[in-house]
């Protein structure tokens, strides 16, 4: 096996927190201790002078599209601040337009070190990138192997032209991102199995009561010709095109609504036994 790759997909595995993906390529590299997502009481208890960087998803997607705090973004940065440690911000999903900003933590003003970039960047073909601020740069010199498939002429191609038009499509992702919340939010209203809407822009989802609800929906709408995903068992993810139309929102809500109201409530266990 290639070394240099073996190290680069341990090293990313490592910072992951999902069993699942960890799991079977363990053992990882080690020295890597994770938090709970928004609690700013756990990021101080864990946090001292031999953490080099902070790195975690501005909002989770996997996760269940749960967007960082105000409050925890900004005691993050106030902490790599004091002690030079680096703020790295994955923007995989939530980046390049997803949320209508160029990134999604313009959303709160605060500027991170490092940011990895990919899903969109290429249009559906593979190529990822990071973007450094000037200090973190200097630690890179061109001759350095980075990876093997970033950079190639039809994906940069590409790349380019894509955020050439990111700008143009910024305004039509938060219009459409902003109807498509509100719908969900009144779907929500008549349908009490809806926990959560949450999101940004065309980065959405809903919470369902219970995993079974969602394999049933997720599995109605695909027969149906609407593809979703669910993650985080219960969560129903919309990532749609950035060139998604009101008219077809309208089709998923439609669908939407259709699917939950036919879905039969899970059974309950009950050590009642049954009289005759």
């Not at 020295?31 to 756990?42: I, K, L, P, Q, T």
């Not at 864990?46 to 501005?58: G, I, L, M, N, W």
């Amino acid at each position: 096996m290639d070394n240099s790759f073996h190290g680069r997909t341990y090293g990313s595995l490592a910072t992951t927190g999902q069993a699942k993906y960890r799991e079977p390529f363990a053992p990882l590299l080690p020295g890597v201790e994770f938090v709970r997502f928004n609690d700013v009481a756990d990021l101080e208890r864990h946090f001292d002078a031999s953490v080099c960087a902070v790195c975690f998803e501005t909002i989770q997607g996997e996760g269940g599209i749960r967007p960082v705090s105000e409050e925890f973004l900004a005691l993050a940065r106030t902490l790599a601040n004091k002690s030079g440690a680096l703020l790295i911000l994955d923007e995989i999903q939530c980046g390049l337009g997803r949320t209508g900003r160029p990134f999604a933590y313009q959303h709160y003003g605060i500027q991170p070190d490092v940011v990895t970039i990919a899903k969109p960047l290429a249009a559906g073909l593979p190529l990822g990138a990071i973007l450094a601020s000037n200090r973190v740069a200097t630690a890179f010199h061109p001759g350095m192997h980075g990876t093997t498939f970033g950079g190639g002429p039809l994906a940069s191609a590409v790349a380019i032209q894509f955020v050439r038009l990111m700008e143009k499509l910024l305004p039509h992702v938060r219009s459409v991102g902003k109807y498509f919340h509100q719908q969900l939010e009144d779907l929500k209203i008549r349908h009490d199995c809806i926990g959560e809407v949450r999101g940004m822009g065309l980065m959405l989802c809903v919470e369902l009561d219970s995993a079974d609800t969602a394999k049933q929906v997720v599995k109605q709408l695909m027969q149906r010709g609407v593809l979703i995903n669910r993650t985080h068992d219960t969560v129903l993810r919309f990532l749609p095109p950035y060139i998604i139309e009101k008219k077809h929102i309208d089709i998923v809500i439609s669908e939407l609504d259709r699917a939950l109201s036919g879905i039969k409530p899970p059974l309950r266990n009950s050590n009642a036994r049954s009289k005759h």
